[in-house]
């Protein structure tokens, strides 16, 4: 069976951010943030929400697929910032979209959600629970920073992006295409270098005061973590695909840092023109990141039919993961 992305979608809140903008609220600076990761703008959610931005993306991957939503058998979401607990990003998407005949769930794997959600919906396929799913990568990132900590608050922004999967009886007498190997990991023992706690409990038995919480981040650890894993887990993934590294056209990475993306070019030995960045306007939109890049070099003409791409994701939990697509 092969399972193949067949549409993309992508959409972000109209208020655009610039450097500027923020060192005029607090202590920072364009040229700070500029050659620390490369991050020039980012959007912010004012009257957009999670599920709004998630509906509009997937709206645009199923007009590009050419099915309606009714055809979908499963949608998967990647987020941590959804916009309710219950119920749940992906059975409100579907609501909107009237895919009624989907089963719809969440995933939480940080900026790693997209690749977890992928990976999940190719299983489902390849075992033949549908031949059509639904995948999201949204967040709204905004609501969950700490704005009075400018170490964090100024690499992040809001979007979503999303992804129609096929699949097909492959045809024994041509290569495989689609998705041909994922490699996932995690490492929960590293987990408190990357954080945001939930509400307090607060019950008839527990009292509790804790003011809410944001995110925190060791930025040194999450860095080094980066730039050893994502090489590592690439070449896993291109191996499991049976390619060599070389033979990869596009490498559509998370987009945390420009200096995380330059270090992995350079340990797989590949130049910077096969990794196409957003960060410099979106900044990092932990799972929207990468299906975000996606639609972008998809509608810019970057991928034919037979391009070899990398997709990998890494971020909180810790979490890591990459997946080779033959388009
Ligand atoms: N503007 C100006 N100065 C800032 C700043 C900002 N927005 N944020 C931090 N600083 C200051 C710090 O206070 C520190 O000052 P000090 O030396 O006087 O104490 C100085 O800049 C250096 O801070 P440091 O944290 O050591 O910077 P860094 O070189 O490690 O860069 C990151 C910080 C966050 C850009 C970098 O560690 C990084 O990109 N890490 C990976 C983070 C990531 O990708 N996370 C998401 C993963 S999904």
Redesign the pocket.
Known sequence: MNVKIVGTGSAVPKLRVTNDDLSRLM???DE??KT??GIENRHLAVEETTTGMAVEAAEKALRQAGITAEELGLIVAGTATPDRFLPNLSCEVQSALGAKNAVAFDLSAA?SGFLFSLNTADVYLKSGFCKYALVIGAETLSKIMDWSD??TC??FGDGAGAAVLCAKEADAAAQPEGILGTVLGSDGARGMV?RCDNRPVNNPYVKNDTALSYVS?N??E??KF?VKTVPRVIEEAVKKAGLAVDEIDLFVL?Q??YR?IEAVAKRLHQPMEKFPTNLQEYG?ISAASVPILLDNVNNHGMIKKGSKIVLAG??AGLTWGAAVLRW
Do not use: E, K
């Open positions: 202590d920072t600076s700070w943030i620390r990761t900026c400018r170490s100024v690499l990357l981040m930025g040194q999450v860095y980066a998370h945390a840092n995380i990092n890494f971020g």
